[in-house]
């Protein structure tokens, strides 16, 4: 594995892992009401946003490891990862913008990545009008540090860890709080809000980790690979299904988990390659669309099956029709807002300026 590499296998089959854990975890608790074994499987799905934040950091290294060019690589880095985020965020907010000033004021300041109300519960700081957009206000951030960061070409990576560290450790370490890291609210008002979490500081983890993946810094044998892959797998499972000390996004056990399944895996790619499950790899090219798109497949089914069922499996129905509505939006969403517009809106910012020459 290299950085000239297009695709990683294992990144992509982990993108589509997270993808899963996160809606099954929305979708739970419809599905407990005829089976409560699903309380136990997915209750703690939401491990899936940390997965994602890691791979996030990971990917941040991979693209940018040789991207040495100040301005313009700082240039390009934004445009890129905002015409990811924004354009797919910003349509699928509008389905359910709303039909009042208040309803569209709150839909305006999720546009923006603010958090909804910094006075709630950390990390989450209240949510946006579409409810997982809380993810990616962090996502928002990170790859604003990491454009700004850029600037200082080779030590762009020390910067950013110095930066990000510190900005989550000097609230820690001058306030008395005993909580996890990624629970204290500080009272922070806005970005400010943000980027004091520790929830930051699993991009850097990630970061870390490609570091020493894709370096090749840490070398073993085939067989203490193949080990250390189910070894942390299966501890990853074991937090998962709730059985981990200090769950929860950001805390230790989710963070750890994390941190350990993605090390193995993509270490053990970069030195002897690996091919994921198909179903995986698939889910994971349209994880971001997957991510968008179920709360709305959970709505709509929720209405359809609440209006013509009521009785017996109504539970296990609309789970079902939500899974099925959420493949049916993904794929449309993927095809022409994930890709093609994101790709055009690419392709027309980057677009090298014409010259006008004299005739």
């Known amino acids: 594995m290299n950085c000239n590499q297009n695709k990683l296998n294992s990144i992509q089959a982990l993108r589509g892992l997270a993808a899963m854990l996160v809606v099954m975890f929305h979708f739970r608790t419809d599905l407990a009401l005829n089976l409560p074994l699903a309380n136990r499987l997915f209750g703690n ?47 699928a907010t509008l389905f359910i913008a709303g039909n009042s000033w208040d309803k569209w004021s709150f839909t305006l300041r999720s546009f923006l990545f603010l958090p909804g109300d910094t006075t709630q519960t950390a990390p989450y700081f209240g949510y946006p009008r579409l409810f997982v957009g809380w993810s990616l206000n962090y996502e928002f951030l990170f790859y604003t540090i990491c454009a700004l960061s850029l600037l200082f070409r080779k030590s762009k990576f020390i910067v950013l860890t110095i930066l990000v560290t510190s900005l989550v450790a000097f609230p820690f370490f001058t306030n008395d709080h005993r909580e996890a890291i ?27 980790i490609a570091y020493l993946a894709i370096g090749k810094k840490i070398t073993f044998s085939r067989n203490t690979g193949r080990l250390a892959i189910i070894s942390s797998a299966i501890y990853f499972v074991y937090v998962t299904l709730g059985f981990g000390n200090d769950l ?3 805390h230790y056990s989710y963070a750890s988990a994390c941190f350990f399944l993605l090390m193995s895996v993509t270490t053990y790619e970069s030195h002897f390659g690996i091919k994921p499950l198909r179903f995986l790899t698939s889910v994971g090219t349209v994880s971001f669309s997957v991510y968008l798109m179920h709360p709305h497949g959970l709505s709509l089914a929720r209405k359809i099956i609440s209006r013509h069922w009521q009785g017996h499996f109504a539970g296990l129905n609309t789970t079902m029709a939500a899974l099925s509505l959420t493949a049916l939006f993904t794929v449309i969403f993927y095809k022409y807002v994930e890709v093609w517009l994101c790709n055009t809106l690419r392709k027309k910012i ?10």
């Not at 930051?200 to 870390?208: I, K, P, R, S």
């Not at 677009?351 to 005739?359: D, E, F, V």
């Open 248 to 250: 929860g996004n950001g």
């Open 182 to 208: 990624s629970s204290i609210n500080y009272g922070y008002h806005g970005y400010l809000a943000l980027i004091t979490n520790g929830m930051m500081l699993e991009f850097l983890a990630g970061l870390l």
């Open 45 to 91: 799905g939401a491990i899936g946003v940390d997965l994602f934040f890691m791979i996030s950091g990971f990917i941040a290294y991979y693209v940018t490891a040789n991207e040495n060019n100040g301005i313009h690589s700082s240039r390009i880095f934004i445009i890129k990862r905002l015409c990811r985020i924004v354009p797919p965020y910003v349509i």
């Open 350 to 359: 980057l677009a090298p300026k014409k010259t006008l020459t004299a005739h």
